[in-house]
Structures are given as structure tokens and as C-alpha cells.
């Protein structure tokens, strides 16, 4: 079991910048750590991952603005979004997934809105 406990949502205007925090409970056998959003009305899409470690991969609509990184020695995985959109509101979740199973936290809302 992998236990995911997302922090750092809220209200900011456009152009703003947050970072998201997820706790995990084990970094053990996961294979990749990721967080993806779901807007209203529209299904989850993946924002960033960071498989084994190292590889990184991000959606289009984010590259440049948005970095995720992982802290081992914390079992914390960070997105750093930087110049917000409107567009990039939605509850954001953490996601692991090891060979077996995928694990997801319940999730953190992010607004951006003037």
C-alpha cells in the first residue's frame, strides 16, 4: 500500500505560481510518480511524471511553466507550476504506480482566476 497526501491548492491570479506537495507513505517498487488534473466536465489528464526516478515527462499544455521533482530522503514528490493559466484549473491528484498497482491521493484544488 502507498499512501498519498497531496498539499499546497488554492486561489491565485493568472500569472501567479504554487507548488504542490505529495506525501508518499513509501517510495518502495514505485516504479514512476506522477500528478494529473481533472477539470469540470472533462476527464483526468497527466500533467508530469518522473519515472524511476529520472525521466521526466510533461503534457504539452505545461511544458515550460510546470516542473515536477522528487525529494527521496522526504518521499515527496513536488510540482512547481509557475505562470498560471485559467485553464490549468482543476484538482490536482498524485499518482504511483508500481508494477502491480496504481495508487492515487484524494486530490488538491487548484484555482486560477482574476
Known amino acids: 500500500q502507498v499512501q498519498l497526501v497531496e498539499s499546497g491548492g488554492g486561489l491565485v491570479q493568472p500569472g501567479e505560481s504554487l507548488r504542490l506537495s505529495c506525501a508518499a507513505s513509501?517510495?518502495?517498487?514505485?516504479?514512476?510518480m506522477a500528478w494529473y488534473r481533472q477539470a469540470p466536465g472533462k476527464e483526468r489528464e497527466l500533467v508530469a511524471e518522473i519515472i524511476r526516478g529520472t525521466t521526466l515527462n510533461y503534457a504539452d499544455s505545461v511544458k515550460g511553466r510546470f516542473t515536477i521533482s522528487r525529494d527521496n530522503a522526504k518521499n515527496t514528490v513536488y510540482l512547481q507550476m509557475n505562470s498560471l493559466k485559467v485553464e490549468d484549473t482543476a484538482v490536482y491528484y498524485c499518482?504511483?504506480?508500481?508494477?502491480?498497482?496504481?495508487?492515487w491521493g484524494q486530490g488538491t484544488q487548484v484555482t486560477v482566476s482574476s
Open positions: 513509501t517510495f518502495y517498487s514505485v516504479i514512476s
Open positions: 499518482n504511483a504506480r508500481r508494477p502491480t498497482h496504481t495508487y
